[in-house]
């Protein structure tokens, strides 16, 4: 025989309803033996306490109750249900006359949620011809006189189930009301929390069935609650044991006293979907899984208290004080965390319990508090308990990482005598984020990376468009998801939690207005997005402004703009202060090179040990371009710059090269990454423009180019023979003293050197050190192009990724 354990929603008006009937047919055409019991359907219970409380307000119910009766009586009008009905409507008069009600007359109310659900399934099944019979179990399950949370008179109960069940025809089919009792003088007694599954594995092992399967909404146990975490896994079987310990950590379809009825007699369990008949479910059973089961709960509405005191500190019998004056208030102590100095310890209790401990431990230590041995007892609310079951603290390290790289703070942290089950403590706003980063390192899904990219332009609509061609091919190869939340230009942001997709071109000119940095934050935050990258691919000095607030709300930064690392020294050292205060990454490789590997190198070379004498080079592959076509064809200059502007070589601005500022930001950067503490005005710079160019508007300056051709053709004429000319940056001098020697120029160097063999928009980079002597280390390739700037990013992307793992 089996017991078919239906809850509420599975018992809801219409799909469910009609499944649980399916599913009861089926179970008949297939000859099985069973008895179905129930709870009270959807939401009658909850209904029902608002009535009640409406009732004892001497509020107006008749509308609630209208709608409460015509919701029990629509799936079978046929049903008599009158008999509950009026008895309910009598209960309510006589509260609203007095005003208040007992615990005994709300266990007797809210029995009738029961009591309806067993009438209504029976008519449904009478109509599709299965023979039944409603068993109310206040006939069997005897209780104290506990309401509300009746306890169980074992031996006497198991003798009616028997008695009243060895009666019933086996043709028949029983549907029994969970949930509710009697005590010894018959008065409705209810046996508490999750009291309809308790009262199904009591029946159950009254009756030595051979397995209890409980219906509900969900396809079993999952690794995590699956509305937390998409990626949540349902998990096959459990031991007894397993499930006790998800039970008493907040697991929300278990409870650890459902479970103990069944171990007596190795009863299983197993948790179906009554919407989903493909799904296996969960089973729970005596049989050992052979492996260490993980799975993440999370407990709400529960409070931290912390006591903190020198007094505390190596006297006797204050942990003693504590628990007793909590347990004469009948308060629940769940995690506990004592400092190792014993001069502090925390610990949970529920939230509304709260106020109730902080003044019952006040009147315990007045006098330790007015002698000052102790600070004042206080309490955190707004907190969640997060707990990994089947989890050792030594292999638990690497979510501990990504908890701090997400900024998640853990304010208590406690590991169980039997190294298995590890219970976190966060801020209530952070448990949603921290069950997602908890589950990806345990169970190693797929990682997920939140990416906001600020400027959509030739460098940042060249780099969404390339994430979005390579996404499922990392996410094959590297179980990293990679989703574009954010894109924000200067007009818009279009955001999207799932990621963006190919059409967000013209999804972001249908997208809100950009409102700000906050904008994306609070998005970030209201979504609980994890491991977030903030990507600058636009040109603006203003935007770094940002950069702090960023790393403080979570994410690394990326960039391609050069205005950060060539600011003034203090804010560049600002920077790195917040970096490493919030343990977050910063990368630009594309501030110098484009995609070339030249400031990891440099990095690598300098923190080595390498003393570097020198770096000189093309470092900007727009006048690579334009000097490299100038030297070598006989068109006017005018020309190649309007090939390298329309190529989208330079910034778009042409000034912002030709003025050498570019150039000289890049070789700043370097410099300060050999620790040298420049600053931009004090690089000697070479600037291309003539004076009368240097002011007005971009327009303005193009509409007159041919007005540089004299200049630089008189340039080309007056150099020597097999020479060419070049832009460079030179960084020399003492480098180890506190600053260097920048200078950029527009030099003549011979065609066959290696700066003058350079071609198309190539850069090249000389690196000079003490141990290569006047062997430079040289670093050449493509130094422009939003395709190859693009691509440095995603590199950086892509190295942030693999040193946050």
């Given amino acids: 025989m089996l017991i078919l354990k239906f809850g509420g929603k599975s018992l809801s008006n219409g799909i469910g309803l009609n499944k649980v009937v399916s599913i009861i047919q089926h179970k008949i055409n297939s000859k099985e033996k069973f008895v179905v019991v129930l709870s009270a359907r959807g939401n009658a219970t909850d209904e029902l306490e608002q009535i009640l409380d409406l009732a004892a307000q001497n509020k107006s119910y008749i509308a609630e109750w209208e709608l409460f009766k015509n919701e029990q009586s629509k799936p079978c009008p046929e049903a008599n249900l009158q008999t509950e009905f009026t008895q309910l409507e009598k209960l309510f008069e006589g509260v609203k006359l007095t005003g208040d009600y007992s615990l005994k007359i709300k266990d007797l109310v809210l029995a009738h949620g029961e009591l309806l659900a067993i009438k209504l399934l029976s008519a449904l099944l009478q109509k599709n011809g299965i023979r039944n019979i409603p068993v109310d179990s206040r006939t069997f399950f005897k209780t104290d006189s506990n309401f509300g949370n009746a306890h169980l008179k074992e031996d006497l109960s198991a003798k009616n189930a028997r008695l009243i069940f060895d009666q019933i025809p086996t043709d028949t089919l029983a549907i029994v009301s969970g949930f509710i009792a009697s005590n010894t003088r018959n008065e409705t007694t209810t046996l508490g929390r999750n009291g309809s599954n308790y009262s199904a594995a009591l029946l159950a092992k009254f009756l030595d069935v051979k397995e209890l399967q409980n219906y509900t909404h969900v396809d079993g146990i999952f690794t995590a609650n699956p509305n937390q975490v998409e990626d949540a896994r349902v998990i096959k079987h459990l031991n007894y044991q397993e499930a006790s310990e998800l039970a008493n950590f907040g697991a929300s379809i278990l409870h650890a006293k459902t479970i103990i009825p069944l171990i007596e007699k190795q009863i299983p369990l197993r948790i179906l979907n009554t919407f989903n008949s493909l799904s296996e479910g969960t089973l729970i059973s005596s049989e050992n899984t052979n492996k260490n089961v993980k799975s993440i709960s999370v407990q709400n509405d529960v409070g931290i208290i912390h006591i903190e005191g020198k007094g505390m500190l190596g006297k006797t019998g204050i942990d003693s004080r504590i628990f007793n004056t909590l347990s004469q208030k009948e308060i ?132 969404i468009q390339q994430i979005l061609k390579s996404q499922k091919k990392i996410e094959d190869k590297k179980q990293i998801k990679l989703i574009l939340f954010a894109v924000i230009g200067t007009k818009n942001t279009l955001l999207n939690k799932n990621g963006v997709g190919t059409d967000w071109k013209s999804d972001y000119e249908l997208a809100e207005p950009n409102l700000g940095i906050q904008q994306i934050i609070q998005f970030a935050s209201e979504n609980h997005l994890e491991n977030l990258v903030a990507i600058d691919n636009t040109a603006s000095a203003d935007f770094t402004k940002n950069y702090e607030v960023l790393i403080e709300n979570g994410f690394d930064l990326i960039s391609s703009n050069k205005h950060a690392n060539t600011a003034d020294y203090q804010f560049y050292k600002s920077i790195r202060n917040q970096l490493k205060k919030y343990n977050k990454h910063y990368l630009y490789e594309t501030n110098v090179g484009a995609g070339l590997p030249l400031i990891d190198t440099i990095k690598l070379l300098h923190d080595s040990g390498e003393n570097i004498t020198q770096i000189r080079g093309v470092f900007s592959g727009s006048l690579s371009y334009l000097f490299n076509r100038f030297s070598s064809e006989d068109k006017p200059f005018s020309i190649y710059l309007k090939e390298a502007m329309d190529k989208g070589y330079t910034e778009p601005d042409p000034r912002e090269d030709l003025s050498g500022n570019d150039v000289a930001r890049k070789l700043l950067i370097l410099a300060r990454e050999l620790d040298l503490a420049n600053e931009f005005d004090e690089i ?64 003549s160097v011979p065609k066959q050197s290696s700066l003058g063999q350079l071609s198309g928009s190539d850069s090249i980079f000389e690196i000079y050190t003490e141990s290569y002597g006047d062997k430079p280390i040289v670093i050449q390739g493509a130094g422009a192009g939003a395709e190859v700037t693009a691509r440095g990013v995603f590199g950086d992307l892509l190295r942030i990724v693999e040193k946050n793992n």
């Fill in 332 to 463: 629940s102590v769940g995690v506990i965390s004592q400092g190792s100095s014993e001069r502090s310890i925390g610990f949970i209790i529920a939230k509304n319990q709260t106020k109730i401990a902080v003044s019952a431990l006040n009147h315990e230590f007045r006098n330790e508090l007015i002698e000052k041995d102790m600070d004042a007892i206080s309490a955190c609310l707004d907190v969640s308990v997060i707990t990994v079951v089947g989890q050792h603290l030594n292999s638990f390290s690497g979510s501990l990482q990504a908890l701090a790289k997400n900024n998640i703070e853990l304010l208590l942290i406690n590991n169980t005598l039997n190294g298995k089950n590890i219970s976190l403590v966060v801020n209530q706003k952070n448990a949603h984020k921290a069950v997602n980063i908890i589950h990806s390192q345990i169970f190693g899904i797929t990682k997920k990376v939140n990416i906001a990219v600020f400027g959509k332009g030739n460098v940042g609509g060249s780099f």
């Fill in 684 to 747: 000697q710079i070479k600037n291309l423009i003539p004076e009368e160019f240097r002011n007005g508007d971009v327009f303005q300056f193009t509409s007159n180019l041919e007005k540089l051709n004299s200049t630089f053709q008189n340039l080309k004429s007056h150099q020597e023979k097999d020479h060419v000319l070049r832009y460079i940056g030179n960084l020399h001098g003492d480098l180890q003293q506190e600053k260097g020697i920048l200078e950029v120029d527009l030099v």
